[in-house]
């Protein structure tokens, strides 16, 4: 493909944030989360680049069977359990763990007929009161779990912090205690740290810890940088210059006519666009490298095209070299002038762009 826009993905740094991992919480298992084709990252990859991990999470049945025809043999944990009956035929076929965390999918587990003891992690709603079981039902729940012959004899108790990338949050005390009082007298295994857990909640990484984020070079703390935690970006997007243009004092760039040039300038046109994943509402003034240096975005993204400030940029020329995010730009920044987070720029990266592979060791 000639179009110059293209993803740059480094599976050195993929394994020096694992490893980054397993320092912050070495006594440990890590369930590594490869959910929407690993952030973007590409599933399949990813996980064979991380085949230290004890096990894999992911958000369903279909990206379970990629990783089994891709040769992955760990344990891998469906994050939202079975969502029909119909699925626990597969669970079974692929030896799949599930979250449990409504009643519905144990009335499933009740009916399903198979020699496959299926392992269950039980979601508790501690306070994120999104999935999971009341905390007054736990008990209850977790022993009509046990009492099932389809069921792995060793439960894993799991919860979700609501707002652990906030240090100073008291609903993650609130959590914290909650879990630790329900699960303490339980003979079981438990989890409970997200990326953001896993750094700023070390009495709580227990048995298992969850990262994502993380995993992929990015800040999962708000206002933070992945340098700021020793992660280094996984994934780096990069385009090219494909025309300049001589603009006068008072003209407009782009769709709606927003900016207005405030003298006479050089406007840069990037190949790149909302098409190909970069994010349609980031702001004029969103930072974009030029040959190393810091321009900016002016107007609003096309689908194919942004177009950039290039006073500052001397000499810059047709062919020279962009990086919307990646080493030199942290995708964290992109994301805060986007009004969005970097969970959904860097899974939202498009299949149609180029994707270069590449490792350091």
Partial sequence: MSRPAKVNINLTALRKNFSRVKNLAPKSSILSVVKADAYGHGLSRVAETLQQSDAFG??????????????????????????????LTLVAALKLDIVVHHAEQIKMIERFQSDYQIPVWLKIDTGMHRL??????IKQVHEKLLSLKNIKDEIVLMSHYADAANPDASITKTQSTKFQELTQNLSCKRSMCNSAGIINQSNSHYDYVRPGLMLYGVSPINNKVSSDFDLTPVMSLHSELIAIKSVNKGDTVGYGATWRCPEDMPVGIVAIGYGDGYPRHAKSGTPVMINGLQAQLIGHPSMDMITVDLRG???????????????????????????????????????????????ED
């Fill in 132 to 137: 999971g079981f009341d905390v007054g039902s």
């Fill in 58 to 87: 992911v958000a369903c049945v279909e990206e379970a069977i990629e990783l089994r025809d891709a040769g992955v043999d760990r344990p891998i944990l469906l994050l939202e359990g079975p969502f029909t009956f119909e699925e």
């Fill in 313 to 359: 940029i001397s000499g810059a020329k047709i062919g020279d070299p962009v990086e919307l995010w990646g080493d030199n730009l942290p995708v964290e920044l992109v994301a805060k002038h986007a009004e969005t987070i970097a969970y959904e720029l860097l899974s939202g990266v498009h299949k149609r762009l180029n994707v270069n592979i590449y490792d």
